[in-house]
């Protein structure tokens, strides 16, 4: 009855681990990647290349944190780009226009992006729509909204809003010690995320209620609450991600965050969160974010045609959940007899 | 016509596990055979190779004598079986001629288009053939239960399977709807159709069929005659050892004076002025067909729907739950109808669903300690003897017995305090000597001062279980019977009262 707690035991209850199955499938992969750049003359293991690779997990790294806290819990948010977008927007906004300082700008842009996601999850709550709906329709809806928004001070037409700012200017592209800013908040953010969905109260809650909301409801756990709470935080991680993308260009940008619509949604689901909730973790979203960058770069460097690596991404993503399907489907015949 | 069916030195072996081992019978023409054995005993298997979805690692079927092989449903089909599962399979959407007919529709001529008209009239055919009240177009889902699985019998009967297998199909269904559904397996003899039963109700072995095989972990225990047999010998070949009767050996309590549940005239949408109330140390069974409000009733007094008016007290207080979480706070737990959708997070451990509803008693300083998880739900595996080789199993892994007994083990560890026990159908689709364990717990937790609510559809076990039976029916209650005046007769008859008028009137 007592857990293995032998070097062995510990050893192998490691080896079963999904995250452990991962690290494995990234370490392959750089190794694939080093030697096919070396067989075309050029580096891949390299540390230019890898600080590459952290920097452009940034503001995709917040959008994964909301979404994968979200899916464990079982929802899903597609509103959640959009959301970050019109945070940076209004980011972008309050310090050009109304000459917030950089600060509270960025707190009235999350703030903003907050209140998008209560109505989110009272659309789910309330209405019972299903997420999936509920929050395309959102997305649509926080598009329009943005637009709409910036160009209030042009007379009608949509566009950027540049701004110049030294303190975003370093939240954007500065480094401590040669590590960028933005990396350090990543990590920071994914260790606290880490343990709040694995060591704490509120993560068992949520991982519970991702298995089964109704088992979880009539064993008195508050899920309208915590859904409401999981959507909030969807919401501001995708404005988090817009606030970075915000200081990075100086910029509020029309095109921001527009092609993440899935990427959160995707790392998380490649990191072994599973699509019908209560299956998961923080780790595993991290590594499968990664695992998306990293091909991403690497096809780049050994030279393969853009145009055919989001095709490949694709690929990757299909056989990462093929496998995983596979898995699922083996495990549900071993049960039904 | 007049088929037979023999199983000969069947056998099928998973990873790891010899799931069946040499079973031989044989199905008669005409004659109806129980599959019986607890759960995990290889029935469910053994249904899976009759109707084609595996096969089987040794042995043959014979059908005719003839030895036949099927690589698929569709072969199963052909040679005339029709295997009806406790899960349904029909198409909800779809209409009951639809359904009925699905991969023979009539058409038009030489098709392509469907002969609508023909096709109602058939099926009206058969649905007058089975005495019931069914209109054709209605779409499936918007039947009740057991005319879903009626439709699932006129489906096998327009096959013209000649051998017809059921899995535990009287399960979801209430005592009336039983009678109907027996009237179509007579007819269904009468044509001399083979039909292998299985099911966990002994009043129905001994009432319908006509031989009985006995499964043992994979192994063919015994063959039959059911009019030569007696439950306790059954009941002592199927567990391998003799438990006497279930219900005289229990150790039973008297009930306290004091009143733990008092419920006053409670409304809501489905429940008009329930009142009763429950002592501490008592046993009261809720009885009542099927949509009589049972369920309604004991979500209502856990909060977990909302009440238009009336009054819960408890413990001398009236309550004012505003959810399910209040409720627990103040010592009321509730183990769900449906164990699988509504008790238990599936694919998480033993552990985790003991846990559940105590995730804040986890708690040291800011975070869970699982060790603490895993100390209650060790009491509960001990206490509740649940057959795991360890805590961290996912629950999805266990049979329905010991799953139950993660949900009863989960309101009765050290971080509930719990004062007033509802279960609602808490031995559904759980083998004979799983029930006997549970029917004992109860009575262990109901001396220990406990006041249980015990909803069940089976009577036998709610009259010899419960101190006192309230009978609900349409939303009210019909009446109370204390132990002494309960029969199957008296709280049949308060249960279905307004139907015999209904059927008076007709």
């Given amino acids: 009855m007592k857990k293995d707690t032998s070097f062995k035991g510990k050893l192998k209850a490691l080896t079963q681990k999904k995250i452990f199955t991962l690290i494995c499938l990234y370490i392959v992969m750089v190794i694939i990647f080093s030697v096919w750049a070396e067989l075309r003359h050029t580096h891949f293991l390299t540390v230019p290349v890898f600080k590459n690779i952290l920097n452009s997990l940034v503001v995709t790294s917040f959008l994964t944190l909301g979404a994968g806290c979200l899916l464990i819990g079982g929802y899903l948010d597609l509103a959640q780009s959009s959301i970050g977008a019109f945070g940076s927007m209004v980011m972008a906004a309050a310090i050009a226009g109304w000459g917030f300082p950089w600060y509270i700008a960025i707190i009235v842009a999350l703030l903003l992006c907050a209140v998008f996601g209560v109505i989110n999850a009272l659309m789910v709550t309330k209405l019972h729509f299903p997420a999936f709906i509920g929050t395309m329709a959102m997305a649509s809806m926080v598009k329009g909204l943005m637009y709409l928004f910036s160009s209030m001070g042009t007379g009608g037409t949509a566009q950027n809003i540049n701004f110049n700012n030294k303190a975003t200017e370093f939240i954007g592209s500065g480094d401590i010690l040669g590590i960028p800013f933005g990396v350090i908040v990543m990590v920071i953010f994914f260790i606290i995320f880490g343990i709040l969905m694995s060591k704490t109260s509120f993560g068992m809650k949520v991982t519970l209620m991702g298995g089964s909301p109704v088992a979880a409801t009539l064993a008195g756990i508050n899920a309208e609450g915590l859904t409401i709470l999981l959507f909030v935080i969807s919401a501001v991680m995708g404005g988090l991600g817009g606030v970075f993308n915000c200081a990075r260009l100086s910029q509020g940008a029309l095109q921001a965050l527009t092609t993440n619509q899935f990427t959160g949604l995707t790392a998380a689901i490649l990191g072994g969160i599973s699509f019908g909730g209560g299956v998961g973790g923080m780790g595993g979203a991290f590594v499968g974010l990664l695992i998306l960058n990293t091909f991403q770069i690497g096809m780049g460097i050994v030279g393969v045609n853009p145009l055919w690596v989001t095709v490949f991404s694709g690929i990757l993503l299909l056989i990462a959940l093929g496998l995983d399907f596979l898995a699922m489907q083996r495990r549900a015949k071993s049960l039904s007899h | ?506």
């Fill in chain 2, 1 to 506: 016509m007049a088929k037979t069916l023999e199983f000969r030195g069947i056998g099928k072996s998973y990873p790891g596990v010899r799931a069946l081992d040499n079973v031989n019978f044989k199905v008669e023409s005409g004659k109806v055979l129980a599959l019986l054995g607890e759960n995990g005993a290889g029935k469910s298997t053994l249904l899976k190779i009759l109707s084609g979805d595996q096969k089987p690692t040794d042995g043959e079927i014979l059908v005719d004598g003839k030895p036949t092989v099927f690589n698929s449903p569709h072969d199963a089909h052909a040679a005339g079986i029709s295997v009806i599962y406790q899960e349904r399979q029909l198409m909800p959407s779809m209409s009951v001629a639809e359904n009925i007919f699905a991969g023979a529709i009539p058409v038009k001529g030489k098709g392509p288009m469907v002969d609508w008209k023909k096709l109602y009239e058939e099926t009206k055919k058969l649905i007058d053939f089975f005495g019931l009240d069914i209109d054709p177009s209605e779409q499936v889902g918007r039947l009740s239960i057991a005319n879903q699985q009626m439709v699932e019998i006129m489906k096998a009967y327009r096959r013209n399977s000649d051998i017809i297998a059921y899995d535990e199909p009287t399960a979801p269904l209430s005592e009336k709807e039983i009678e109907l559904m027996f009237q179509g397996i007579e007819k269904q003899k009468q044509r001399g159709m083979a039909i292998i039963y299985v099911s966990h109700r002994m009043n129905e072995i001994f009432r319908i069929t006509d031989e009985i095989v006995i499964l043992k972990d994979g192994k063919h225990v015994a063959t039959m005659e059911t009019a030569k047999t007696t439950e306790a010998e059954l009941i002592t070949k199927m567990v391998g050892r003799d438990i006497g009767d279930t219900y005289s050996n229990l150790r039973r309590n008297t009930p306290k004076e004091e009143v733990v549940l008092e419920v006053k005239n409670l409304n809501t949408p489905k429940l008009h002025n329930v009142s009763f109330q429950v002592h501490a140390g008592e046993i009261v069974g809720l009885a009542g067909l099927v949509g009589a409000g049972r369920t309604e009733t004991a979500r209502a007094i856990f909060a977990a729907d909302p009440i238009t008016s009336g009054e819960i007290w408890l413990g001398g207080k009236q309550t004012h739950f505003k959810s399910p979480r209040d409720a627990i706070d103040a010592g009321v737990a509730l183990c769900p109808e449906d164990r699988k959708e509504q008790g238990l997070v599936m694919y998480r451990s033993i552990s985790d669903n003991i846990a559940l509803p105590v995730v804040e008693y986890l708690k040291k300083g800011l975070f869970v300690d699982r060790g603490i998880a895993g100390d209650l739900a060790d009491k509960a595996v001990s206490d509740y003897d649940i057959k795991t080789p360890t805590i961290m199993k996912l629950v999805a892994e266990l049979s329905g017995g010991n799953q139950q007994k993660v949900i009863l083990g989960r309101w009765t560890s050290d971080a509930v305090k719990t004062k007033l026990l509802i279960l609602d159908e808490p031995t559904k689709g759980i083998d004979v000597g799983t029930k006997a364990e549970i029917y004992q717990k109860v009575c262990d937790l109901a001396s220990e001062g406990i006041a249980v609510l015990f909803i069940s559809s089976e009577l036998t076990e709610v009259i010899n279980l419960a101190d006192r039976i309230v009978v609900m029916r349409g939303g009210s209650i019909s009446g109370e019977l204390p132990r002494a005046e309960a029969t199957e007769e008296n709280v049949l008859t308060l249960a279905m009262a307004d139907e015999a008028k209904k059927e008076a009137k007709a």
